[in-house]
């Protein structure tokens, strides 16, 4: 089991920027090779896909986000970080962290997440 804990979201004004970062604990995330990955959902809209990023840093990424976006992982730590810049006020979402295995297409875990608000 692996459990995921959110945190650095905020009020931010358009064009700012905020970093999340998401805790894993449990098992660690690298021994595992799990994807880690980042989604949105705004109220009254369907969860969506922001990035993910695999055990060794290969990236991905919604096209609504890239070039402003950037998703790390510290395996180490047994974090991953969504660093956020050029903020929209669309970008306006509950921000939530997310892990699979390679060769599951879901992801099991999910954390409660953080919320973001940019206001114009």
């Known amino acids: 089991q692996v459990q995921l804990v959110e945190s650095g979201g905020g009020l931010v004004q358009a064009g700012g920027s905020l970093r999340l970062s998401c805790a894993a604990s449990?098992?660690?995330?690298?021994?595992?090779?799990?994807?880690m990955g980042w989604f949105r959902q705004a109220p009254g809209k369907e969860r969506e896909f922001v990035a993910s990023?695999?055990?060794?840093?290969?990236?991905n990424y919604v096209d609504s986000v890239k070039g402003r976006f950037t998703i790390s992982r510290d395996n180490a730590k047994n974090m991953v970080y969504l660093q956020m810049n050029s903020l929209k006020p669309e970008d306006t979402a509950s921000y939530l962290c997310?892990?699979?295995?390679?060769?599951?297409?879901?992801?099991?875990?999910w954390g409660q997440g953080t919320q973001v608000t940019v206001s114009s």
């Open positions: 997310a892990a699979r295995v390679p060769d599951i297409t879901t992801y099991d875990y």
């Open positions: 449990g098992r660690t995330i690298s021994n595992y090779r799990y994807i």
């Open positions: 990023i695999t055990w060794s840093s290969d990236t």
